[in-house]
């Protein structure tokens, strides 16, 4: 199926990124355009995901150059659902950083940068070949680089450049393993690999020589990007430092950046042959020390920003998980858990970002009574907390139960490490919940505890929590029609004929008619 629409998003946030930085000093302004962009692009993409959702594939070929000569933008359920679910949280956060981001930073490049995050963002769902995806993921970070630094703090700043340095390091890997795969097969696009290891797969001729080595450089590359154990280090320790809604927006949409890049480009084409022996140990020992070792700094933290933020690196364990199975299952079932994870994280920023303003505080020493106080944000702290550990009938539930469904045949040791990451969830949950709600207000400790940010209202901050919370519950409830989507996913990263021959049908019949002529 032919769309030639959908480069508009990309088009429409670089056009607003533009128009943004000439509307500097007029923060309404880019408030309202920014918006606009970001409604306009949700609404495309919950057109377009309705018309595919029994698993069609929409392309679009840049200049009209077919693949795998020309760009190629490809929509289908896996890259609908994230472009959905990522454009929601950009929505929300941006709602809420009207009430709480300092006017002295939204003033300035704020708005462009955000919108030059979601150029990268979109164009990584959307892109069809390996150099694009690099391209995509620069855009992403170069904006993550200046939405990192953009409060000036000492902290923030020592964090940049550790964050900026890993990423350059990445950065370079992946542009000489992309160029390495390009001399090794004569092509970048992902259906033409794919296409190219089904023929060499379903002949019995093997894979070249050094495939499983720049398997595993990928693997490094996108592990480091998202997260992955033992390439986690650089994120307990910069999340906690942005702006609260910055902080919710990296963590519902950056590490997903990384998973998604394994996700698509792995079931297709890089865990085949010889290199699914290597990939596929290597992701499930990386698994089990996410989600354990994770959730285990989670639980041994006081202060929310931090909990939140390892959690981030515990929950992307049970990504990690459903990719390590490689079913057609398992990777729906880490498809849904990534839609809901995004969702109910960035909620849970949003929500931390207000109980500081209540409090003056993020420290669970120095918190309690906000549930009297403040009862609208106690429901929806607790339902968003409940979400992410994954009780019943929440969002969190289903997929947890797809996942360990499928590992018990498989690696019934994950499955168990899942079970024990769960219940650990619940507990650091609760710690968080009871110390700053439930209980009464602690004594004052003397130290001036005042808000940082001064703002007349909380109702944009609230409105940004709704919508995700709302968007949760909406997951957990609508399990099924959602899951029947990731599903038709799993399905085509599973089995590729309908990717390849939707990307690039002359090639795939020129190939059968050359087979059949030999």
């Known amino acids: 199926m032919t769309n030639d629409l959908l480069g508009l998003l990309v ?24 918006l606009a962009s970001q409604l306009t ?47 929601i949280v950009a929505i929300s956060c941006s709602i809420h950083s009207f009430s709480l981001i300092d006017p002295q930073i939204e003033r300035r ?21 390996l150099f694009n995806l690099f391209v995509a993921f620069e855009i992403m970070l170069m904006a993550s680089y200046g939405l990192l630094s953009i409060g000036h703090t000492r902290q923030q700043m020592a964090q940049a450049y550790k964050y900026l340095l890993l990423n350059l390091v990445g950065s370079t ?15 970048l696009n992902i259906a033409d690999l794919a296409r190219m290891v089904v023929e060499r797969t379903e002949a019995g001729v093997p894979l070249p020589t050094g495939f499983t080595g720049l398997s595993v450089l990928l693997l490094i590359v996108f592990g480091l990007k998202g997260a992955f154990f033992p390439l ?70 006081n202060q929310v920003r931090r909990i939140l933020a390892i959690h981030v690196i515990s929950q992307v364990g049970y990504m990690v998980f459903g990719l390590s199975l490689m079913t057609a299952a398992s990777l729906a079932g880490a498809l849904y858990y990534m839609v809901q994870h995004m969702v109910v994280k960035s909620s849970l920023f949003l929500c ?37 550990v994954g009780l019943p009938p929440l969002s969190g539930f289903f997929g947890k139960l ?23 969830t619940l507990l650091s949950m609760l710690k968080i919940w009871t110390l700053s709600f439930w209980r009464t207000e602690p004594a ?45 996913a799993g399905q085509q990263l599973t089995d590729p004929t309908a990717y390849i021959e939707a990307v690039d049908p002359l090639r795939i019949a020129a190939a059968v008619e050359s087979s059949a002529a030999g």
């Open 352 to 388: 931390c970002g207000v109980m500081e303003q209540h409090a003056g505080t993020d420290d669970l020493d120095e918190i309690g009574g906000l549930a009297r106080r403040h009862r609208w944000l106690a429901t929806a702290f607790l339902v968003a907390a409940l979400s992410l």
């Open 173 to 187: 890997v992946f542009v000489i393993t992309a160029g390495l795969v390009y001399g090794m097969t004569g092509t």
């Open 41 to 87: 692009m949700l609404a495309l993409a919950l057109t377009w995901l309705v018309r595919i959702r029994d698993g069609e594939v929409m392309v679009s070929q840049m200049g009209s150059w077919r693949a795998p000569f020309g760009i190629t933008l490809v929509f289908d359920s896996l890259s609908g659902l994230l472009l959905c679910a990522g454009l």
């Open 232 to 301: 986690w280090f650089w994120l307990p320790d910069t999340y906690h430092t942005f702006p609260i809604s910055i902080a919710a927006l990296f963590s519902g949409l950056l590490t997903k950046i990384g998973v998604y890049a394994v996700l698509r480009t792995f079931p297709l084409v890089f865990a085949a042959g010889e290199a699914r022996d290597v990939i596929l140990p290597l992701l499930a020992i990386s698994a089990g020390f996410t989600m354990f070792l994770g959730v285990l700094g989670a639980v041994s933290q």
């Open 11 to 34: 088009v429409i946030p670089l056009a607003s990124a533009v128009v943004s930085v000439a509307l500097i000093g007029h923060p309404t302004h880019q408030r309202v355009l920014g």
């Open 444 to 488: 004052p400790s003397g130290a001036d505890r005042r808000p940082t940010v001064r703002v007349e209202s909380l109702r944009g901050a609230h409105v940004g929590i709704g919508v995700l919370v709302a968007t949760a519950l909406f997951v957990g409830l609508a399990a099924e029609p959602i899951y029947d989507i990731a599903f038709h």
């Open 402 to 424: 797809v996942l360990i469904r499928e590992g018990w045949s498989i690696h019934w040791w994950l499955s168990t490490l899942a079970l024990a990451t769960g219940a650990l």
């Open 109 to 129: 490049y704020f708005h462009p940068l955000v919108q030059l995050l979601l150029m990268g963002i979109n164009q990584s769902f959307l892109t069809g070949d």
